[in-house]
Every structure is written in structure tokens, then in C-alpha cells.
């Protein structure tokens, strides 16, 4: 246990714990890279990023919420609801008026979670457990269950088709999604108070800030992303269906911590996401070229989130010092830190 | 979350007629859907279908116990369970040609008890986040799962443990149920007649007053994990024993199952509060109205349109009483 | 495009070196085979009919010296049509897909063609629109099995009576084809069956067998058939029969789809009606030999489709379950 704890306690690794996340995402691109040849030709990558782009825009929502301290499942359903409307209300509105049709779908499913959880007070995991199952159900009702399909199939080839040689519409609007956030957290009076809300939803409310607000907010903007994120997936497939997006809220979570943010909020960060998002990628890239069964990607993608989430643990005070590591080694004792008494009171 | 903090505890005096209201709000659902559905359809109000929202209730209903002290324990949820049913079924019935059924079964619900030790040390030792860290094992045990099997349907070969399982040895109550009402009943006296199940409450109630008492608070926490994981793997041996089939997805979700009932019974995911009877009933709830649905015609797909209502307004229902209560 | 020489590919050379062009129908096509590199979006890997298929697609791939890629969608539309992206981008000599969305592949499917990369579908058919952008698709169709389902249950009610359909996942494309394909085919044989009641049992036995108990009480012995999208379905349905304290023999007439074991079984022992079987091994074999053929430069039938049996009674003894 004593070398154990040297080795932990040594500057060296500790540095390497608190920059876990950039640690992580340079292994697995190291790894993608040597495994993958022709990982580094530009084609390649600009599809890589292409196929994340979804889910990084729907994990750009989510971050916002997560560092909140709150929990938003029904981001795969509200993809699946704007999708269809973006494709149903074509004939109706046109083209573009259907896609801003979508988006306005996924701010109203927004506005539903943010009354389920600000005004009702129902525990977010809870409210949006509830408006997952009825979003998607409304999908089915709405559909009858059979995807629907647009009239042009080549309107939507300019989402996804790279835009001169270069990436992908929706690899630029993850992309720039991912900056704005970057910039609405680090440099704004707005995102500083995400963050103090996030960690401390009472203190902030006693210091003048308008909590609830800001908590109303984060559910509209990660409802807004996720119709963003529909509208994109639907007018690329050309389809409105009630099965997509099925498995998008659990993966956009995972990618978001292992960006970094924490599930109990106050922590977070733009381009933490960015490097979640990434590292799913680059393993996703990595295995299926190597055609390794999905259920292995499972295990070693679950094991990547575990082994982040612990390392967070022991850096969670202070980065510098061991602290939480004897807490975490000396499981059993009662004795703790005063700050982990603060988050155990606070449940997302 | 906002009303842990600012809500006196629950010991406080509450407003008598609120806290009557909040008592009787569940049986008084139940009741009036046993009236909606005796009114809506003839074969409604028969045993035998009620014994079926009985047998219906039962592979769910013995997750909802070990998800109940989760709640209570403040462990919020456990994401974990299809992972756990699915290794308990797959290896009953792999193990079930070499080994027979009963040791396929004690080995399957030991490997589920043993990935929930890992949910136990993670959560309540470690004190990692139950929702992440229980979607992360349960993607692992998953992935390990479908690994083994490859992904093909295993086949049971025991029709008599079969139809000993869903036959009708007591009063015509299938053995499943009993089972399911021991395991209830089991669940219920731990939590409302022991030492342990005094900690799960405190240790749910106010961490800090209890880390002051002498309440072991990392144990409480890890042991409802681990209940929850043993129980999920116990209900996924009983599913290939009475299916006499099992394949990797057969446990997909029962994890929102089990919460919703969980949820609708008015056990609060604040913790502290809440108990087995009231879960159970939460789940009872949930399966009449699925059963009026299904013999009223509704389309399955839409009926998670009344499903999500009802997860809504009972908590809000659940939440705006206690609120009240609070004020008092 | 490839330039790694993979052991696989070395073992594979010799096995084909040994065993010759074993292959009727491609003969010349197997000899510039080598080395070619396949793409495969499958529908899942951990699932009984995908399981077996993409094992035999593999397998044939490798007497041919053929390279896979394969991709798996696990179930999900979504996934895929990324899935599909990512192949084209990596030019392999041909891909393979295996739909799930009857219209959401079409833009991936433009772009294929763009890159002249030929498409096979394996197993699942797509709409009209989709036609001109794939070469070929092999397989069995989910709405021609629904159609034979028809068939079988007409047959076996004499054109009159009262059923009902226990479906798959609601929007799933196997669902929509193979309930589609009853559907539609009953209305075209102008026959009497009304279909009382549909549910989505998800392909899950557990789920069809609670649906199953709640349809037995409120159709009980008016029930004179039962269409399951799948035998694991049917299954269900008939645990529920007996559960009910009735009797194996006053079972309404069961039709499933895929020719299990357990749906084999209930046929010899006379309580379920039909069965449809299609082998996977079949299926993955074919997908891959048509699309070896269509990567080099052979003409290939727009449709090749795999042989489906109606299993009954009368035939059981001579058929093999697919799993």
C-alpha cells in the first residue's frame, strides 16, 4: 500500500492524473494512428469527424447541463422527434423552414425538461427518464412507427459531403459549436455563473444569481443542440425515423465525462468535450478498422470511462496533492476531506 | 438538489392532510384504475388477469427491491441491470448441459453479485458517481457477456423446472410470484426491521449527521449496489428458467423499468425516504395500466405517451406535497 | 488502395491455392479476387441470425482471399448509415450493407456510386428509390417472408377468421417488411382474416410472453391465428397458451419466421403451424460471392435471392433448423 501511495504521490504522475484527459486522447490517437494506416490522409479524418458530429453536437448541449450538477436522458429522443418533423413538415414549410421547424421542436422539448425540473422540482434524472419515454413515444404516435423519408434525397448530401476538399457542414458546426461554448464559459459573465451555479446552486442563488434561470437555460440549450443535432442526422439520411437516436443520450454522456465534466457539476469544460468526443472517435476508428467485434469496443470503451472517473476521483481536491488519494486507499475510515462532504450532499 | 437542502428533514412535523394525501395517493391510483379497467373491458376484473399482471409483475418486481435501497440510500440509480439479468441468464443456461440448472444458477447469480462488489467498492468506498460508474461496469459486464456467448441464443433443456416455475402449486398462484412476494417480503423486513436497514435510511437521509453516528456510510451505500446487482442476476436466472432461452439483450430495459416503478410508488431518488411496499406498488400501478392499455387496443409504441405522464406527475405530485409539507 | 499484405490474407491465398476455384458461377472471378478489400456494414454481431451470417460471409471471404472490414451496427439506422460513410471514405474495392432503414441509406448510397464503389444489400430489401444506386441485392426480403406468412395462415384458416400480430420493434425495417408483407398480402388474396390486434414484442420472448397473457385474456378462444415476426415471438405466445391452463391442441394456428429449433420442435409435435426458414450461412455466402463478382467487373443479377421455405408439418423432417 506505502509504495503504492509513493508512486501515486510522485509529481510526476500526478501530473499525468490531472491532465488525464489530453493523457488519454494522445494514447488513443497514438494508437488509432500507428493501427490505422491512412488514418492521417485528410479523408479519413475529415470522415471521422464527420461521423462523430452528431454526437459531439448533442455532447456540446449536454455539457452545459452535466456541469450543472443535472442529468438530461432524453437528448436521443428529441433528436429522433426534430429529425422527424425536419423531414415531415418539408411539403408544408419547404426545406429550410422544416429544418428551423426542427430546431424549434428541440427547444420546445428543452422548455419541457426545464419546466419538469426548475418549476416542478422533479429530480432531472427523473423528469427527463419521463420526457424520454413520452418524446419517444410521441416519435412513434406521430409516425405510426414507419420512418418517413424526404423528396430529395440530394438536399441533404450538402450536410454531410465535404465542403471543398475540406470537412464536412456538420464537422464546422460541431466544430464551431465546441468554440462558442469554449467562449461562452471562459470568457463570459454568463458561463462563470454556469459554473458557480453548477457547484454550488445555493450559494450562487444567495450571492444574486439567478439559479433557477440559468438551470431553465441549460435544458432549453441542450434541447436546442439536440434538434440541431436531428435536423443534421435527418436531412443527411434524408429520413425522419422513431428509432434513431436510441442510443445517443448514454454515449453523449460517457463522451462528456471523459471529457472531464462532472456528473455532481461545477466541472467542465468546452474543450474537455472536444477531447471526449475525440477519444470515442479515435476508438471507434481504431476497432472497427481492425474489425474487432462491437462488444470488445464495449469493454474497452467502458473500462476507458471507469479508469477516467477514478483517476478524477483522486485528483478531485487538489491536483497537487495526495489527499484524496489516502482517502481513496484508506476506504473503510469514516475521516474525510471537507470538501467531499460538500459533494456528497449533492446529488445531480 | 434544491429541495434537499432548503426541506427541513423529514422528521419535522408535516401538515397532517398533506401527509394523509401523500399516503393515500397510490392506493387510491390503483383503485381507480381497477374501476377505469373493470368499466373498459369484461376480462378485466378476472383472476385470471390479475393473476397474470401478478406473473407479469414478478421478473421486474425482484430488481425493484434491490432498486429501492438504492433509492433510499441516495445511490440515485443503478444503469447496471440489463448487464446483470443477462449474465445471470446466459450463464444458467450455458452452464445448465454440464452443470445442471440449479449450480448454473447459483454460478449465475454469483458472477452478477460479484460485478455488483465492483459497483459497492466504486460507489461506496471510492465514492465514485453511481450513474456513470454503474453505465460504465454494466457496458463492460455487457460487452464480456456477448463476448462469451457470441452473441447466439442458448438454449435451456429443463421443461420441468420450466413448468414448476410457472405452474400453480399454491392456491393457483404461480411459484414465480411467490418467489417475487418472498423476495419482497425479504426486502421489506431488512429494510423496516434491522440494524441495516435503520443505516440505509439514515445514511440516505443526511450523510453528515450520519457520518457523526455510528453508521457505517460507505458499507450501507456499497451494499445496496451489491443487493441490486444480486437481485438483477437472481431475476435473469428466473427469466431463462422459465423462458428456457437466453441472449444478451434479454434484460434491455428493465433499468427504466424498474426506476419508473421505483418513482411512481413515490420513493424519492433524494433518499431517506420511501419503502418496499411502496415500490411495489409503484410497479403494480405501472402493470394494471399497461395491462387496460394492451386490452384496450392501444398501439405498445404509443403508450409510453401516458407511460411518461405518469412518471411526471407523480414525482410532481410526490414533490408539491412534500414541498407543502415542508412549509408547514 | 491496400497495401499491407495481412497474414490473414497469406493463409487465405494458400487454402484458395489447395482447394482450387472451388466456387461455381465465379471461376474467373475468384483468380483476380485476391486481395480485394470488402467493407461490411453488418446489422449486429452479437445476435442468432446476424451471428451466423456474418460468420459465414467471413469465411467465404477468406477462401476467396478476400480482406473484410466489417462494421456493426448494432440495430441501430443511424449508426449505419455513418457506418457506410466511413467505408466509402476508406475505398474499399466493394461494400456490403445490410439495411435496417428502408430510405435512410440513400445519400451514403449517391455517394458510393460517385466514388464507383459497387453496393451489395444483403437480407433486407430498401424502397424503389434506392434502385439504380446498389448492384444487387441478395438474400431473403423481410416483406416477401411476410407475404408467404400470408400465404400459410390463408391456407391454414381456410380464408376466414380472427388474429393477431405480435411485431417486432416498432420502426425497426424487419418489423415494417415483414408485417407489411402479411398485411398487404391478405388484402390481395381478398381474404376474411381480420387482424383483431397488433403489439410490438421488440423481438423479446419475455416481452411477447406478458403481451401474449394480456391478448389471451382479452381475445381468449376467438383467437384463430397468431402471425409472430419472429418464433422467439411465437414462443412467447404459446407459453402463454399453456400458461392459461389451455390445451396444446385448442392452440390457434401459430406462423413465425426464421425456423428455430423450438418453432421445429413445435411443429413435429403438431401445435405450431409454419415456419419460414432461410439459412444465414446462405445469406452471408451470397453477399459476399455477389459482391466479389460485381468488384470484378462481372455481371450480376439486380436480384438474387436466396431460397425460403415454408417449414410445416409436411416437410419438417426433411429441413434443417437455421439455429
Not at chain 2, 280 to 296: A, D, P, W
Request: charged letters at 15%; glycine letters at 12%.
Amino acid at each position: 500500500m506505502n509504495t503504492l501511495k509513493r508512486v501515486f504521490e510522485s509529481p510526476a504522475v500526478l501530473t499525468l492524473i490531472h491532465y488525464r484527459v489530453v493523457v488519454i486522447l494522445i494514447a488513443t490517437l497514438f494508437l488509432s494512428v500507428s493501427l490505422v494506416p491512412g488514418l492521417t490522409e485528410f479523408r479519413t479524418l475529415s470522415l471521422s469527424l464527420d461521423r462523430t458530429a452528431t454526437l459531439g453536437v448533442v455532447a456540446v448541449g449536454l455539457t452545459v447541463v452535466l456541469l450543472m450538477g443535472k442529468l438530461d436522458l432524453s437528448v436521443g429522443s428529441t433528436l429522433a422527434l426534430s429529425g422527424i418533423a425536419t423531414i415531415g413538415l418539408q411539403d408544408q414549410l419547404g426545406p429550410f423552414g422544416a429544418a428551423v421547424a426542427g430546431i424549434v421542436v428541440g427547444v420546445l422539448a428543452g422548455v419541457l425538461n426545464g419546466f419538469l425540473v426548475v418549476t416542478l422540482q422533479i429530480n432531472s434524472l427523473v423528469a427527463t427518464l419521463a420526457s424520454m419515454i413520452f418524446l419517444r413515444a410521441l416519435c412513434h404516435f406521430l409516425t405510426d412507427s414507419n420512418p418517413i423519408s424526404g423528396d430529395d434525397p440530394l438536399f441533404g448530401l450538402t450536410v454531410s459531403r465535404a465542403l471543398g476538399g475540406t470537412f464536412s457542414l456538420r464537422t464546422y458546426v460541431f466544430l464551431i459549436a465546441i468554440l462558442l461554448l469554449f467562449i461562452w464559459l471562459t470568457y463570459t459573465v454568463a458561463g462563470r455563473r454556469l459554473y458557480a451555479v453548477g457547484s454550488n446552486e445555493h450559494a450562487a442563488t444567495a450571492s444574486g444569481i439567478r439559479s433557477n434561470r440559468y438551470l431553465f437555460g441549460a435544458f432549453v440549450f441542450s434541447g436546442f443542440t439536440a434538434g440541431a443535432a436531428g435536423v443534421m442526422q435527418s436531412l443527411a439520411t434524408n429520413t425522419g425515423s422513431p428509432a434513431f437516436g436510441e442510443a445517443t443520450a448514454l454515449t453523449a454522456i460517457a463522451a462528456v465525462v471523459i471529457g472531464g465534466t462532472r456528473l455532481e457539476g461545477g466541472r467542465g469544460s468546452a474543450l474537455g468535450t472536444l477531447g471526449g468526443v475525440l477519444v470515442l472517435a479515435a476508438i471507434t476508428t481504431t476497432l472497427e478498422y481492425e474489425s474487432v467485434p462491437t462488444y470488445y469496443q464495449n469493454i474497452v470503451t467502458g473500462s476507458i470511462l471507469l479508469l477516467l472517473i477514478l483517476l478524477d476521483r483522486i485528483a478531485s481536491n487538489s491536483p497537487r496533492s495526495a489527499l484524496s488519494l489516502n482517502s481513496l486507499l484508506s476506504f473503510g475510515k469514516r475521516d474525510e476531506t471537507p470538501t467531499e462532504k460538500k459533494q456528497e450532499g449533492k446529488v445531480p | 438538489m434544491t429541495s434537499a437542502a432548503t426541506l427541513p428533514p423529514r422528521v419535522t412535523e408535516e401538515k397532517t392532510a398533506n401527509k394523509i394525501l401523500g399516503w393515500i395517493a397510490l392506493p387510491v391510483g390503483i383503485l381507480a384504475l381497477l374501476v377505469i379497467g373493470s368499466l373498459l373491458s369484461e376480462q378485466f376484473f378476472t383472476t385470471r388477469n390479475l393473476t397474470n399482471v401478478l406473473i407479469n409483475m414478478s421478473i421486474v418486481g425482484i430488481i425493484v427491491v434491490g432498486m429501492t435501497f438504492v433509492f433510499i440510500v441516495r445511490g440515485l440509480a443503478d444503469l447496471s441491470v440489463p448487464a446483470m439479468v443477462a449474465i445471470g441468464a446466459l450463464l444458467t443456461l450455458s452452464l445448465q448441459p454440464s452443470l445442471g440448472s440449479l449450480v448454473g444458477a447459483l454460478v449465475g447469480i454469483l458472477a452478477a453479485s460479484a460485478a455488483g462488489l465492483i459497483n459497492g467498492l466504486f460507489i461506496g468506498y471510492f465514492r465514485l458517481n453511481p450513474v456513470i460508474t454503474t453505465l460504465a461496469t454494466g457496458t463492460i459486464v455487457l460487452g464480456i457477456a456477448q463476448a462469451a456467448v457470441g452473441g447466439v441464443i442458448v438454449y435451456g433443456d429443463d421443461p420441468a423446472l420450466q413448468s414448476f416455475l410457472t405452474g400453480r402449486i399454491i392456491l393457483g398462484i404461480p411459484t414465480i410470484v411467490l418467489i417475487f412476494l418472498a423476495v419482497a417480503v425479504g426486502g421489506h423486513l431488512l429494510l423496516s426491521q434491522t440494524i441495516f436497514g435503520r443505516w440505509v435510511y439514515a445514511a440516505g437521509s443526511n450523510p453528515d449527521a450520519t457520518k457523526a453516528s455510528a453508521v457505517p456510510l460507505n458499507f450501507t451505500k456499497a451494499a445496496a449496489f451489491w443487493m441490486t446487482a444480486t437481485l438483477s442476476g437472481f431475476s435473469g436466472v428466473l427469466l431463462a428458467l422459465t423462458l428456457q432461452t437466453a441472449r444478451p439483450g434479454i434484460g434491455t430495459g428493465y433499468e427504466f423499468d424498474a426506476i419508473t416503478a421505483v418513482v411512481v410508488g413515490g420513493v424519492s431518488l433524494l433518499g431517506g425516504f420511501g419503502n418496499v411496499p411502496r415500490a411495489i406498488g409503484g410497479l403494480l400501478l405501472v402493470t394494471l395500466l399497461s395491462n387496460i392499455m394492451v386490452l384496450n387496443g392501444i398501439p405498445t409504441a404509443s403508450q409510453g405517451l401516458v407511460m411518461g405522464a405518469l412518471i411526471a406527475g407523480a414525482v410532481a405530485l410526490d414533490v408539491y406535497l412534500r414541498r407543502r409539507g415542508g412549509a408547514a | 488502395m491496400k497495401h499491407v499484405l495481412r497474414l490473414g490474407t497469406l493463409t487465405a491465398v494458400g487454402a484458395l491455392a489447395l482447394t482450387g476455384c472451388g466456387n461455381d458461377g465465379n471461376g474467373n472471378g475468384a483468380e483476380s479476387a485476391e486481395g480485394l478489400e470488402i467493407c461490411y456494414v453488418a446489422a449486429a454481431e452479437s445476435h442468432a441470425y446476424a451471428s451466423p451470417a456474418n460468420a459465414a460471409f467471413q469465411e467465404a471471404a477468406e477462401e476467396h482471399g478476400v480482406h473484410v472490414t466489417l462494421l456493426s451496427q448494432e440495430f441501430d439506422a443511424q449508426t449505419g448509415t455513418d457506418q457506410l460513410r466511413t467505408c466509402i471514405g476508406r475505398n474499399p474495392d466493394g461494400i456490403v450493407l445490410w439495411p435496417l432503414d428502408p430510405q435512410a441509406y440513400i445519400p451514403g448510397l449517391v455517394e458510393a456510386q460517385d466514388a464507383d464503389i459497387p453496393v451489395v444489400l444483403i437480407n433486407s430489401p430498401m424502397d424503389e428509390d434506392a434502385e439504380g444506386l446498389y448492384t444487387s441485392f441478395t438474400g431473403p426480403d423481410t416483406y416477401e417472408q411476410g407475404v408467404m406468412a400470408a400465404e400459410v395462415m390463408h391456407e391454414e384458416l381456410g380464408g376466414e377468421g380472427q388474429i393477431v400480430i405480435i411485431a417486432g420493434q416498432a420502426g425497426n425495417g424487419t418489423t415494417i417488411g415483414r408485417t407489411d408483407g402479411f398485411n398487404n398480402m391478405l388484402e390481395e388474396l381478398g381474404s376474411e382474416i381480420e387482424v383483431l390486434q397488433t403489439v410490438n414484442a421488440d423481438f423479446d420472448q419475455q416481452r411477447a410472453l406478458e403481451l401474449s397473457r394480456d391478448l389471451i385474456s382479452r381475445h381468449g378462444d376467438a383467437l384463430d391465428g397468431v402471425y409472430a415476426n419472429d418464433d422467439t415471438m411465437a414462443r412467447g405466445f404459446v407459453d402463454a397458451w399453456t400458461e392459461s391452463g389451455r390445451e396444446l391442441d385448442d392452440m390457434p394456428a401459430i406462423v413465425g419466421i426464421n425456423g428455430q429449433q423450438d418453432a421445429f420442435a413445435g411443429i413435429e409435435e403438431g401445435y405450431y403451424t409454419a415456419t419460414i426458414v432461410q439459412s444465414p450461412e446462405e445469406d452471408g455466402r451470397l453477399a459476399l460471392e455477389t459482391i466479389v463478382s460485381a468488384a470484378t467487373g462481372e455481371e450480376v443479377d439486380t436480384r438474387i435471392p436466396i431460397p425460403l421455405t415454408v417449414v410445416t408439418q409436411e416437410n419438417v423432417a426433411d429441413e434443417e433448423p437455421a439455429f
